[in-house]
């Protein structure tokens, strides 16, 4: 087998300059919709006081998420001995730093004082799984960055493996932590269940997988790399596993609440009569986003890069749609306030809340994913993270 | 500056003085159960456990006095959008699912003992003084919103734009998290909440503050003796709000 | 090429700092009473310490002791208009702003706490 080298992009693909600029405007409207919300305050968004969290969470954890699932290929590579994942190791880690600084941009930018930052990082309530994030986060970043460190410098490749075992560890607490966000809630019926925990570390691998399958198989053909076909089949398999895994766990969550009467008020909103809800949770998660992807990722016939890229983005829409309807859904049916009672008021007990994304909102969220994709694209244009080719593809330009 | 050899003498005679002018209000029912004096230098103690009491067979369906009463205090004016807005206490109204009865009732932070909003805050910024009273530091506070989240009885508001013409002893801003404080500012000068005085001064006396550990109160009485309940016995929150006649 | 860059940069910082004498130093109405709470000079130094001890043990103990209470600073040093409306004390010439704007250090204490007393403001 022939030595992998890495290599830096060319960049002088147009399709990598056109969305070079396109990322950097969009960054720009993101930072624009963030200085609005921030100075104006919060009634500029759809948000309010029974909705509280929206748009802006949906992507931040989407990014958080994919972050931790992105190291996926990496941790095959160095922790399980797979040197046939080795090529794809580098880009895999590169990602899971991009995109989880872009979910955190959002996150922080989002905040009712994001000038407080510094107050977050410094005091600290550790009963709060917030407060564990903090940690959580910026030290996975830390590690992921030694690891590519190892990686990339000859002298310390030895160290690849147990790097590799600390970030694999760390990211699937970090994963916990995100699923017991919502998880440790015992105030909404939609959430307080331990399963969030699992449910969330399956829906990072699938979504990571998918994110990492965009990246990668766009940069590729940018520099002129063909994955071998064989890993090719492996990580589609592996995606595809990680897709059933996720529909398993949300079928076990909503049959298990079906079973307790108190709870089947939500799941009659979320999966039949919420408007919107049911609609982004059947046609947008489980057809699209989970049913389909599966069929595509194991039959031969869309083996292509761009099927697989299509199917990947499938999968990314899909779990869009899941966390709109696990956060927006969860917080739009009306809480039980009174055991043995029902609310017979309007305005904030009682009624479903009608939530709509604003702009400000969307453009923030945006801007948190072309941030991230923006910092890959430089970096891969500064770092060798990209593997070299063997075979160039036809009438690609090599680097 | 206070010269000190005054403060036991005004501490008599606003104690006295208020006394005497609610019980003159509402002849007969003891409303306010005033706790053992607490010096303005001395900090909150374990040793009070404050309550608030709830009658709904005294709460009026249409009445919104307490809601007023607490805008007022606090200065919470209104956004122009009704989900928007805050606030800290709001009228429920509540139909029974065994009997349809319908009842009325008046909804704030229900200060528990074991508050998940204080269990999830990053910074601390929510907690629970000694006394029991659970508020917002907002000098901590970051606008996360996960109190909110956290909250079983959607009590917390956040600060959704600029805020003008706060009342000195209730500092409020946009982007921080606020709720029902039990008018900490009175209740640490030995006064009821505003809510409470003005549904007594209203005649209708649903509400009544105390001190829980206070064996003579009458909400201590009313928690040790007389049905009562809390809005969610099933989390076991031990709020340190009850409901009578729910 | 350096000297005459080094030139021109001592040429422009003396043409900004040239400026300095015709800055007017802080000053502010007088506030109530003989004398404040603590020397001046004091509080000068650490009147942010007083005030960030006393946020902590009154927000969080209940101690609510007036001597360095920032409700306290803005009693005696909030300064009324003609018509005796108060003018709130981080406005450029009065008690705080006069200070803060002139060293440029942004202060967040008014955006949620009253920068006027209670007493009635005419509008």
Known sequence: MDKIRFQVLAGTHTGYRLLLWLLIILIGIGLIAAHHMESQGHWVTGMDNRVVWGLPHVFAIFLILSASGALNTASISSVFGRSDYQPLARLSGLLAVTLLTGGLAVLVLDLGRPDRLVVAMTYYNFSSVFAWNVFLYTGFMLVVLIYLWVMMTPQMRGYVRSVGVVALIWRLILTSGTGAIFGFLVARDAYDTAIMVPLFILMSLSLGMAVFWVSTLTMCRWNGYRVAPELSEKLRRLSAVFVLGVLFLMALHHLTNIYMAHHQGIERFLLVDGGVYPWLFWLGFVLCGSIVPVWWFLDRRFCTPAWTVTTALMVIVGGLCHLYVTIIGGQAYPLRLVSGYRVDSGLYDGEITHYLPTLPELALGIGGVSLALLITMLAVRILPFLPTVTRPLPGSNQG | MTDPANKPRRRFLGRTGASTALLALVPGVKLVDLALAKDEDEPASVKTRWGLLVDANRCVTDCQACVSACEDEHALAKTGTARLDPQWIRKVELVDESNDRSLSIPLMCQHCEDAPCVDVCPTGASFKRADGMVLVDKHTCIGCRYCMMACPFNARSFVHGEVTGQKSYSPRGKGTVESCTLCVHRVDQDRAPACVESCAVDGHGALTFGDLNDSESTVSKTVRSQPHRELRPDLALNTGVRYRGV | ?123
């Open chain 3, 1 to 123: 090429m350096t000297q005459r860059f080094v030139m021109a940069l001592l040429i422009i910082l003396s043409l900004a700092t040239s400026s300095i004498a015709d800055v007017t130093l802080p000053s502010y109405p007088k506030g109530k009473g003989e004398h404040c709470v603590e020397p001046t000079d004091v509080m000068r130094r650490d009147h942010f310490e007083y005030l960030m001890h006393h946020r902590q043990i009154s927000v969080h103990l209940g101690v609510r002791s007036k001597r360095h209470s920032l409700v306290g600073c803005v009693d005696c040093h909030a300064s009324q208009a003609d018509d005796g409306a108060y003018i709130p004390v981080n406005e450029p010439g009065q008690f705080c702003g006069s200070c803060h704007i002139y060293t440029a250090v942004k202060i967040d204490c008014f955006s949620c706490h009253a920068a006027v007393p209670d007493a009635v403001v005419k509008q």
